[in-house]
């Protein structure tokens, strides 16, 4: 074993920090950690990991997962698909893999949701399988390291990178400990704009530490500016209640299933004429929103279509709301 993985390994063995989904026996638990962790802080997912826990706590219940339990589970995680996947591969589980997550990692990515990072942590974590991840955070400690001029945006240079780094995997003899430490290490250590060399187990090693040069690493291209979207809701309330008018987002894809503000355009039920009061913004990964929300005096309150239902504000607890619906609804300048 090269010195630096010693190093790394006795690092990670000291400094790891306590996470729910860390050291737990259960494949299962630990898959749905990683697929939360895609895109989110570990400590926004905490919470998140032992409620979904509780309410599926296995492939069979997840793969029997009616639509609103499991949007309801993941409301405000973002990134949607990312849950519904994770059903179809329960479900694939149970047809295909005996009810049980698949060891190897070219098993794991023939699974819905589960490409190349994923199947190497989960395969590494759960089975022992000496496959290294890499994400932006391992490329970016590893283009510091072995100072590499790579875009690690891109797939190509990230399995060139695996494949270097598969031979320090296996001859480490701990896959989960090494990637494990390698995920730590880019989340603590050697952050975008912050590397503590001074405490890091790659320093003896490291190029870019030796020549000072780590804040030109990793070479990344000019992000090009996001696209704008703009969208039209109404905040509408039935006058005998006050109740407000809620429709269902059509589709399967990102947002379908959940309840959100009617569009303006296609409004389910007669109104009068529609007044601003609010601009909402909101940055997803692909594109800006800007909405705008209206109110105005509702005509005649039913009968509604069957992607339409009325609900007061203190009985939203079991309707999975779009994270842009919540925010407008507990938004300090709306009336
Ligand atoms: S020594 Fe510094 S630049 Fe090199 S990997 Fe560690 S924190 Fe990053």
Request: with cysteine; aromatic share 10%.
């Amino acid at each position: 074993m090269e010195a630096w993985v010693d190093s790394l390994l006795t690092w990670y063995r000291a400094n790891r920090r306590e996470m729910p989904w860390r050291g737990h026996p259960d494949p299962y638990a630990v898959w749905v950690s990683e697929i939360m962790l895609q895109q989110t802080q570990v400590d926004t997912v905490r919470p998140y990991f032992t409620r979904f826990l509780k309410t599926f706590p296995g492939i069979a219940s997840l793969a029997a997962a009616a639509d609103e339990p499991l949007l309801k589970a993941w409301e405000g995680l973002g990134y949607y698909t990312r849950v519904r996947n994770m059903r179809k591969a329960a479900r694939t589980m149970l047809e295909r893999f005996g009810g049980k997550l698949p060891r190897t990692p070219a098993e794991l990515r023939t699974l819905p949701g589960i490409g190349d990072y994923t199947a190497a942590s989960v395969a590494s974590i759960c089975f022992g399988v000496p496959e290294p991840v890499v994400d932006g955070n391992v490329a970016r400690v590893f283009a510091r390291f072995f100072l590499l001029r790579d875009d690690f945006s891109a797939q190509p240079p990230r399995r060139r990178l695996a494949d270097r780094l598969r031979p320090h995997i296996e001859a480490s003899g701990a896959p989960s400990d090494f990637n494990q430490a390698m995920m730590e290490l880019g989340a603590l250590v050697c952050t975008p704009r912050r590397w503590v060399c001074e405490s890091c187990p790659l320093r003896a090693e490291c190029r870019a530490a030796a020549e000072g040069c780590q804040a030109d690493y990793p070479v990344s291209k000019a992000a090009k500016p996001l696209p704008l979207r703009k969208a039209d809701v109404l905040l509408l309330r039935r006058p005998e209640d006050g109740a407000i008018l809620f429709s269902r987002h059509a589709g399967e894809r990102l947002l379908g299933g959940f309840w959100e503000l009617p569009a303006k355009t296609g409004c389910p039920i007669p109104i009068g004429r529609p007044r601003r009061l609010m601009v909402y913004h909101q940055t997803f990964s692909h594109f800006r929103l800007e909405m705008t929300v209206r109110t105005a005096p509702v005509r005649a309150a039913g009968p509604l279509p069957e992607d339409g239902t009325f609900r007061w504000e203190t009985d939203l607890s079991a309707l999975p709301l779009t994270t842009a619906t919540r925010k407008i609804l507990g938004h300090p300048q709306r009336p």
